[in-house]
């Protein structure tokens, strides 16, 4: 499984922003969604260039979310599309045939078939759990991800208030990805945190 940490947006420096990623790839962080809407698109470009330069010399892929100007902009590795953000097709037909592009499907199974129709490189159901990010987002059920899997010819990521308790059963399901947000980044050791993600992950491939 891969664990995919999205990262929040708050009043900090560059440099802080940066020291939280970077903790949170010590603990083993394989993706990082670089989230970001309410600053302007300079600030973003900014940011999100020196997030991808970090990201590269872990090796470590990079997807912006939302934006694929954004991701063109600062050269990530890939974008991730909720519903409202656009065509995937445009979004394939923009970026390289090697690039990432993540769909958000909820808990809709059909639009998860459109999606790798249309060129997603992965599907993202969720919110599997209670969300503190978004506690009104739709609930995701695990027969949806094991669905996803068994139908499916891409991978399967799952995100929305998952913990490690949470990682046996996603492992079942079959999730590949494992997406966080809050349980990372708002911990006060983010490697620790993602340390305690990964030694799961590790225990129930």
Partial sequence: MILYALTDERDETDAAFLARVESALNGGVQWVQFRE?????????HRGRELVRLCKDYDVKCIVNDSVEL???????GVHLGK??????????????N???????????????TAQRDGATYVAFGAMYPSPT????????LDTVKRAKAELNI?????????????????VSGADIIAVASAIFNAANPQQ????FREKMDANR
């Avoid at 809407?37 to 973003?44: D, L, Q, T």
């Avoid at 409202?84 to 045939?97: F, V, Y």
């Avoid at 991978?155 to 492992?171: E, M, N, Q, S, Y």
């Avoid at 945190?193 to 305690?196: F, H, P, T």
């Fill in 84 to 97: 409202s953000d656009g065509s995937i097709t445009a979004a394939r037909q923009l970026l390289s045939d």
């Fill in 193 to 196: 945190a993602a340390r305690a």
């Fill in 37 to 45: 809407k309410r600053s302007s698109m300079e600030k973003r470009e």
């Fill in 134 to 141: 978004k506690p009104h987002a739709i609930r995701a059920s």
């Fill in 155 to 171: 991978p399967v990521c799952c995100i929305g208030g998952i913990t490690p308790k949470h990682i046996p059963d996603l492992a």
């Fill in 71 to 77: 991701a063109l902009a600062i050269e990530a590795h």
């Fill in 99 to 113: 690039s990432i592009i993540g769909a958000t499907c909820h808990d809709d199974f059909p639009s998860a078939i």
